[in-house]
Nanobody
Framework: VQLQASGGGLVQAGGSLRLSCVVS????????LGWYRQTPGKQREMVAR???????NYAATVMDRFTITRDSAKKTVDLHMNSLKPEDTGVYYC???????????????????WGQGTLVTVSS
């Protein structure tokens, strides 16, 4: 399972960016898709994620500013970021949990995969 993220860049505070991630490879189905970010000296933290039924949850720091969307047919997950703040600066990673092919039509074991990370810089 491979994830390819894109869309990072430099933006002024108050601006918007959209991150996109496409999932490829061989697997039975995709479970959760989400976005995490990491800043220097801090652990990677969950920003937003969505399960296969469309249920989403967000970090408190981005609630009402960020929106995660998912297209199951295209196997993509986007993060729409509005009202960006300098503290949103970081490397954003796309994450996906997928079930590999199992016996017959059944799902096999679940694996976690990460994209390569895309840098978001918000200037004040």
């Amino acid at each position: 399972v491979q994830l390819q993220a894109s869309g990072g860049g430099l933006v002024q505070a108050g601006g918007s960016l959209r991150l996109s991630c496409v999932v490829s490879g061989s697997f039975h189905s995709i479970s959760d898709l989400g976005w995490y970010r990491q800043t220097p000296g801090k652990q990677r933290e969950m920003v937003a994620r969505m399960d296969s039924e469309g249920n989403d949850n967000y970090a408190a720091t981005v609630m009402d500013r960020f929106t995660i969307t998912r297209d199951s047919a295209k196997k993509t997950v986007d993060l729409h970021m509005n009202s960006l703040k300098p503290e949103d600066t970081g490397v954003y990673y796309c994450h996906g949990a997928a079930f590999l092919a199992g016996k017959g039509w059944s799902p096999g074991r679940k694996v976690d995969s990460w994209g390569q990370g895309t840098l978001v810089t918000v200037s004040s």
